[in-house]
């Protein structure tokens, strides 16, 4: 039995306030309850109704999967399903991941999980991971992992100390937003890696819009941005778990040098 369902969902509860920095006022005011009733159940003199569960829980952005813990501590069966998606019922949700990952073409995506493993990328994801050690390569793979270790794409990454700075502040938030331990482990061990060469700071004031990837190919110096895609109105765990990293050129002569690739 895991802890949260030892525990009882008044603790889970508060926990997830103070997580979101909220007070017991603010709480019960955006869930139309009162600050005294809110009380009582997070001291346990309380016990909430499965749709007071599901409505604090929403209003405190608890992710799906974390909402069932909630609503299995207070005694109730989970309202949200999870499958695998290699399941018959995931068939709409696999025809559109392959759509965006074929439609980004010739520019690499990823479809990752919550914990940052790879489930799955278009044919261009080689130019991110050319050169990088098989083992890194080897199922699963942990796209966090693979970007910053030193025999992934550090080598190759032009601005690594700005990159990896961005992907640590990242994955922090994340951790310290969801309480996973399992990212917070993560974030830990790619902290232990290599820096890199601080270089340049971010100067705004000469064009940069986002802090970009520097990837050094041959001669040449990609620099891509990404953007990060999500199922806006999941109401199942898995689904509600995955995202899609897509990777656009910075520069003409990126956009150039992937499509001459390509061909």
């Known amino acids: 039995?895991?802890?949260?369902?030892?525990?009882?969902?008044?603790?889970?509860?508060?926990?997830?306030?103070?997580?979101?920095?909220?007070?017991?006022?603010?709480?019960a005011l955006e869930a139309g309850v009162s600050s005294r009733h809110l009380s009582f159940i997070e001291t346990g003199r309380a016990r909430p109704s499965a749709e007071m569960v599901v409505q604090?829980?929403?209003?405190?952005?608890?992710?799906?999967?974390?909402?069932?813990?909630?609503?299995?501590?207070?005694?109730?069966?989970?309202?949200?399903?999870?499958?695998g998606l290699d399941e018959p019922e995931m068939e709409p949700v696999r025809a559109a991941l392959e759509s965006v990952l074929r439609g980004h073409e010739p520019y690499p995506a990823v479809v990752v999980d919550r914990h940052w493993g790879m489930v799955a990328a278009n044919r261009s994801i080689g130019l991110l991971t050319e050169g990088a050690a098989a083992h890194l390569l080897e199922p699963p793979?942990?796209?966090?992992?693979?970007?910053?270790?030193?025999?992934?794409?550090?080598?190759?990454?032009?601005?690594?100390?700005?990159?990896?700075?961005?992907?640590?502040?990242?994955?922090?938030?994340?951790?310290?937003?969801?309480?996973?331990?399992?990212?917070?482990?993560l974030h830990h061990e790619l902290a232990a890696y290599p820096a890199g060469d601080p270089g340049p700071s971010l100067d705004l004031a000469a064009g940069e819009l986002a802090v970009p990837l520097r990837l050094r190919r041959g001669d040449a110096e990609l620099v891509f941005i990404s953007t990060i895609t999500t199922f806006g109105t999941a109401v199942e765990v898995t689904l509600s778990e995955l995202s899609i990293e897509a990777f656009l050129p910075a520069d003409p002569a990126t956009a150039e040098f992937v499509r001459r690739n390509a061909a």
Not at 18 to 25: C, E, K
Not at 63 to 75: E, I, K, M, Q, S
């Open 141 to 185: 793979v942990n796209v966090l992992r693979l970007g910053l270790h030193p025999e992934g794409l550090a080598p190759r990454i032009a601005n690594l100390a700005e990159w990896r700075a961005h992907l640590l502040d990242r994955l922090g938030r994340q951790a310290v937003v969801s309480g996973d331990p399992a990212l917070s482990a």
């Open 1 to 27: 039995m895991e802890l949260q369902e030892r525990t009882g969902v008044g603790p889970l509860l508060r926990d997830w306030r103070r997580r979101r920095r909220l007070s017991q006022l603010d709480l």
């Open 56 to 83: 604090l829980a929403e209003r405190l952005d608890v992710p799906l999967r974390d909402r069932n813990h909630l609503l299995l501590a207070a005694g109730y069966a989970p309202a949200y399903g999870q499958r």
